[in-house]
């Protein structure tokens, strides 16, 4: 046997026989539940985090992930099985560690992979034979082979010789009821085929989901970038098209009902003030800034873009016209953001449409209040925002127009209708209200 495979078995033993320790790097959305699957499928799991206010609430077994069962992290802290740290050199007790960090834009709309950077940087000192790396930081195709492999290597020790690295894109949907860390399908791309399997094995052995291989990292990475880019894509197709029906007088809710009756050829996308989240309006923008590199220019994908970040000054624009056929100027209007957050149900607002639409109807002089059940406050500029405290009768009355900018399911709508004097609904939250006569939709 030799060393390559004489490696692939020792690993697919530990992984077996549950000797493996687990790593997370990162314990945001991402990072944290996988480390507590890893935990509940009976590995010892250390999480790293430089945020030491992420490790002392892990190490105290309260819970600050909408995706993670609160009992379920208390348990595995109780029992040993889940700890975390700020001290980077415990990766040399790891046997199998994920990368699981933010991979943000900078200023430039360009990717910033500091993060990334920082956590393989940060691995290489401690890096020891027998060792399994796996990115899981959405990027762009060839980080794992061209930026961490190298940076590893660093140690060296040699990829595929002495320890594994692979890529497998997270694919957590916040607030998803149906598909989470555990049953999401996923897709392994290594460097080598051994390394694959030995990936393949411990997801397996820590997740109850299919897995799909592919042939290189870079695959994988692509596979990513493709999921939601043809979003972007598709979303910008029907936020174009709102803004025409507009125009032209058509309901772009009842063409997309319309064209739902087809059964095969069409898939639905709705329209809305724009897109926010931490993937869908930044992956395009890896994949363009790679393509470049190639001396291609993705025509597709920039229109898609640059529709959808037009939607925030479109809602600010609608807004200011509804508020003209009531007989109010909109500097000076009370204006009731509902909703913060950039998808329903869930307390995250990072890029969130609701922000610019807040900034843009400030600028236009519309003082503006919000109202999030889930978002309390949040940080923009130098300054905090913070939420209405309940949706009241008053509240909703006193305000000239109230736009509903997130879906949440928790708001009684048919309450909203009545109070308001005036609603601008981007998400077709209300579409069950049957008094329509103060509901104009995007």
């Given at each position: 046997?030799?060393?390559?495979?004489?490696?692939?078995?020792?690993?697919?033993?530990?992984?077996?026989?549950?000797?493996?320790?687990?790593?997370?790097?990162?314990?945001?959305?991402?990072?944290?539940?996988?480390?507590?699957?890893?935990?509940?499928?009976?590995?010892?799991?250390?999480?790293?985090?430089?945020?030491?206010?992420?490790?002392?609430?892990?190490?105290?077994?309260?819970?600050?992930?909408?995706?993670?069962?609160?009992?379920?992290?208390?348990?595995?802290?109780?029992?040993?099985?889940?700890?975390?740290?700020?001290?980077?050199?415990?990766?040399?007790?790891?046997?199998?560690?994920?990368?699981?960090?933010?991979?943000?834009?900078?200023?430039?709309?360009?990717?910033?992979?500091?993060?990334?950077?920082?956590?393989?940087?940060?691995?290489?000192?401690?890096?020891?034979?027998?060792?399994?790396?796996?990115?899981?930081?959405?990027?762009?195709?060839?980080?794992?082979?061209?930026?961490?492999?190298?940076?590893?290597?660093?140690?060296g020790l040699q990829c595929g010789?002495?320890?594994?690295?692979?890529?497998?894109?997270?694919?957590?949907?916040?607030?998803?009821?149906?598909?989470?860390?555990?049953?999401?399908?996923?897709?392994?791309?290594?460097?080598?085929?051994?390394?694959?399997?030995?990936?393949?094995?411990?997801?397996?052995?820590?997740?109850?989901?299919?897995?799909?291989?592919?042939?290189?990292?870079?695959?994988?990475?692509?596979?990513?970038?493709?999921?939601?880019?043809?979003?972007?894509?598709?979303?910008?197709?029907?936020?174009?098209?709102?803004?025409?029906?507009?125009?032209?007088?058509?309901?772009?809710?009842?063409?997309?009902?319309?064209?739902?009756?087809?059964?095969?050829?069409?898939?639905?996308?709705?329209?809305?003030?724009?897109?926010?989240?931490?993937?869908?309006?930044?992956?395009?923008?890896?994949?363009?800034?790679?393509?470049?590199?190639?001396?291609?220019?993705?025509?597709?994908?920039?229109?898609?873009?640059?529709?959808?970040?037009?939607?925030?000054?479109?809602?600010?624009?609608?807004?200011?016209?509804?508020?003209?056929?009531?007989?109010?100027?909109?500097?000076?209007?009370?204006?009731?953001?509902?909703?913060?957050?950039?998808?329903?149900?869930?307390?995250?607002?990072?890029?969130?449409?609701?922000?610019?639409?807040?900034?843009?109807?400030?600028?236009?002089?519309?003082?503006?209040?919000?109202?999030?059940?889930?978002?309390?406050?949040?940080?923009?500029?130098?300054?905090?925002?913070?939420?209405?405290?309940?949706?009241?009768?008053?509240?909703?009355?006193?305000?000239?127009?109230?736009?509903?900018?997130?879906?949440?399911?928790?708001?009684?709508?048919?309450?909203?209708?009545?109070?308001?004097?005036m609603i601008f609904d981007t998400?077709?939250?209300?579409?069950?209200?049957?008094?329509?006569?103060?509901?104009?939709?995007?």
């Open positions: 046997m030799n060393c390559e495979n004489h490696l692939r078995q020792l690993l697919l033993d530990k992984i077996s026989n549950r000797e493996i320790v687990a790593g997370v790097i990162g314990l945001g959305y991402v990072g944290l539940p996988l480390a507590v699957e890893s935990a509940k499928a009976g590995f010892r799991t250390i999480g790293f985090d430089l945020q030491q206010e992420k490790v002392n609430l892990v190490n105290a077994g309260k819970n600050y992930v909408s995706d993670v069962c609160d009992e379920d992290l208390s348990e595995v802290v109780t029992k040993g099985m889940l700890s975390a740290t700020s001290d980077f050199s415990l990766v040399r007790d790891v046997d199998f560690i994920a990368i699981c960090v933010p991979t943000p834009l900078d200023v430039h709309q360009q990717p910033d992979i500091g993060f990334v950077r920082t956590a393989a940087e940060s691995i290489a000192p401690y890096l020891h034979p027998n060792m399994v790396v796996v990115l899981e930081s959405t990027t762009y195709p060839g980080t794992t082979e061209e930026l961490v492999c190298p940076i590893l290597e660093t140690s010789k002495d320890f594994y690295l692979g890529f497998s894109p997270e694919r957590v949907d916040p607030g998803n009821k149906v598909y989470k860390t555990r049953n999401t399908p996923k897709v392994v791309g290594a460097i080598g085929n051994d390394a694959q399997d030995v990936i393949v094995a411990m997801y397996e052995a820590v997740l109850q989901c299919k897995m799909f291989r592919v042939s290189s990292p870079r695959t994988a990475e692509m596979t990513k970038l493709l999921e939601n880019t043809y979003r972007n894509i598709n979303v910008g197709l029907i936020n174009e098209l709102t803004m025409l029906c507009q125009r032209m007088g058509i309901d772009i809710w009842e063409v997309i009902e319309a064209a739902k009756t087809k059964p095969f050829g069409f898939v639905p996308f709705y329209p809305g003030p724009g897109l926010g989240g931490h993937c869908i309006p930044l992956d395009p923008c890896y994949l363009a800034w790679k393509a470049r590199e190639y001396g291609f220019h993705t025509t597709m994908i920039d229109s898609s873009i640059i529709v959808n970040d037009r939607m925030p000054e479109y809602c600010v624009r609608r807004a200011t016209e509804i508020l003209n056929h009531c007989q109010k100027p909109i500097n000076g209007s009370q204006v009731l953001v509902m909703g913060v957050a950039y998808k329903r149900d869930i307390d995250d607002c990072r890029e969130s449409p609701a922000l610019k639409i807040i900034d843009g109807l400030r600028k236009e002089g519309a003082k503006v209040k919000y109202y999030d059940p889930y978002v309390k406050k949040y940080h923009r500029g130098d300054e905090w925002f913070c939420s209405e405290p309940a949706l009241t009768e008053g509240l909703l009355h006193d305000s000239d127009l109230v736009i509903v900018t997130t879906a949440h399911t928790v708001i009684d709508y048919a309450f909203v209708q009545r109070h308001a004097q998400r077709n939250a209300m579409k069950d209200i049957t008094t329509r006569d103060n509901i104009e939709r995007l």
